[in-house]
Nanobody, 127 residues
Framework: VQLQASGGGLVQAGGSLRLSCAAS????????IGWFRQAPGKEREGVSC????????YYADSVKGRFTISSDNAKNTVYLQMNSLKPEDTAVYYC?????????????????????WGQGTQVTVSS
């Protein structure tokens, strides 16, 4: 199982970035994919998640209206489009996979519910 996050970088406040999470080694449709972030000295925070089977998505209040999660099932890739970035969005962003096939699906951005994690990608927003 592999989750490869990419797309981070340095951007000015108000700018945009698109993160990608490429998944391999598991049946993509059986998993929900979530994005998380961790800023220095802070706890990990759930940002967004998507059920790749039906596109059901969920967002933390802190990013609602600014971030959009999407899934390209043909490429086994989930994207996080981040617009109107703020300095407080600065963090290492991680993607993770949560198995749910055969179970009732509910959206969750609680990290403990996720089974597999990728390496992080740094997002830095300058003021």
């Amino acid at each position: 199982v592999q989750l490869q996050a990419s797309g981070g970088g340095l951007v000015q406040a108000g700018g945009s970035l698109r993160l990608s999470c490429a998944a391999s080694g598991f049946t993509f449709d059986d998993y929900a994919i979530g994005w998380f972030r961790q800023a220095p000295g802070k706890e990990r925070e759930g940002v967004s998640c998507i059920n790749s089977s039906d596109g059901n998505s969920y967002y933390a209040d802190s990013v609602k209206g600014r971030f959009t999660i999407s899934s390209d099932n043909a490429k086994n890739t989930v994207y996080l489009q981040m617009n109107s970035l703020k300095p407080e969005d600065t963090a290492v962003y991680y993607c993770a996979a949560r198995y749910y096939s055969g179970s009732y699906y509910y959206p969750s951005i609680a990290g403990y519910e996720y089974d597999y994690w990728g390496q992080g990608t740094q997002v830095t927003v300058s003021s």
